[in-house]
């Protein structure tokens, strides 16, 4: 599709707004993965036709993304899924921080360089998975729907740990791991459960995972603000953008991984799922 036609689609779908005409920086927070591309390939593109200026800041973690939005050195942020926005709120002090949309996401997946099939672990092989406590319990689900484990029926599944692992047939041994690091463990561990953000980065491709997972809304990766931005209307009009066409025409670019991420409610009911 030509620049004419994507910019007439992007006209025709979104309100073009007066305090766009002098642009406003907007900053956003990316840590390592494929989010920081589909922000520059899907939503900059747009913001910028409509009057604004658009950045991204890298970080290297899951931690500053979000203390750089609460301290006001970025204006959003996209790496992370509500779960762990609310988490990591909580955990330092009541940071007010909210989401605005979810966005087509890469789920977590079991991947191996040294197995083919679940079926072919054994007694004592490692599993690594990430150590931060809202993605292991979200691990912990997602070994349970694969068979692997089966968690204490009395525990919170969204809060479970190593430890609450009720069953484990295949007497596999758990090693918990930071999240950049586990496609790493691969030269290593028998089978790892790799973040589908991480996996991207590392070139592992979502194909190539034993199983994937399934993901529930509340996962799926999200654009986050400081609350008290949430009715300004910039914060709007980045919500516009991601439920425009030249958006989805980005998304949907065989040229890049985005087309096979599992996509939010809101855009199968608009688009559906092709």
Partial sequence: MNHRIANAILVAGLAMSAHAVEPKLIRFGVAPGPYADLVNKAIKPGLEQIGYKVSLIQFQDWVQPNLALANGETEANVFQHRLYLEKFSADHGGLKLSPVIRIPTAGLGLYSKKIKSLSELKAGDELTLPLDPTNLARSLRFLQSAGLVKLKGEVDPTKATERDVAENPHGIKFVLTEAAQLPRTLESATIAVVPGNYAIASGLNLSEAIKLEVLDEDIKIVVAVRTEDL??????????????GLFRIALENPKDPFKSFQKPDWYL??????
């Fill in 231 to 244: 009715s300004k209307p910039w914060v709007k009009d980045i919500e516009k953008v991601v439920q425009s």
């Fill in 269 to 274: 009911t608009k688009w559906g799922n092709k």
